[in-house]
């Protein structure tokens, strides 16, 4: 039976998604829970429009962001955490912490997805660091300087 999903459900699918499973399957547990509902030709077409939205919106936003990050790839991001004497943080420096500083400078016109960066950073220290990013086809480094506060 195909139905759609209405809420992510582990080892099936998620959000949004058409899959098959088994009869008893969806009218026992998947229906009753409001995890899923049948699908027909009109839920179908519905579906399909509204994941072409989105892929034209992702779109759209990923074209900004590409012109954004070429523009700051010229001056650096500068992120800030409270060091000691020496250098070194108190806390470590993630990607979510650069994430948050170029999310303020775009000043919300468009989110700044994580899955942009292909590494994980953990820098201890204050100085320079170099983060690449690949969105679509386009690649990229980000140059963020790490300040003491």
């Not at 519905?46 to 074209?63: L, S």
């Not at 700051?72 to 250098?87: C, F, R, S």
């Not at 016109?109 to 204050?126: G, N, R």
Request: proline share 3%; charged share 25%; aromatic share 6%.
């Amino acid at each position: 039976m195909k139905i759609i999903l209405q809420q992510n459900v582990r080892k099936i699918g998620q959000k949004g998604d058409i899959v098959e499973v088994n009869d008893g399957y969806a009218h026992n547990f998947l229906f009753p829970q409001g995890l899923a509902r049948s699908v027909s030709k009109a839920v179908v077409a519905q579906v399909k429009a509204v994941q072409q939205k989105q892929e034209d919106t992702q779109k759209q936003n990923n074209t900004l962001l590409i012109e954004f990050l070429k523009n700051l790839t010229k001056e650096k991001v500068v992120v800030q955490k409270p060091a000691n004497d020496k250098g070194i943080l108190f806390s470590a420096v993630h990607i979510d912490d650069i994430i948050s500083v170029v999310q303020a400078q775009t000043q919300g016109k468009f989110q700044v997805p994580i899955t942009i960066f292909k590494q994980d950073i953990k820098c201890k220290e204050v100085g320079a660091l170099e983060v690449p990013y690949q969105i679509d086809a386009f690649k990229g480094v980000l140059k963020v300087d790490v300040r003491a506060e």
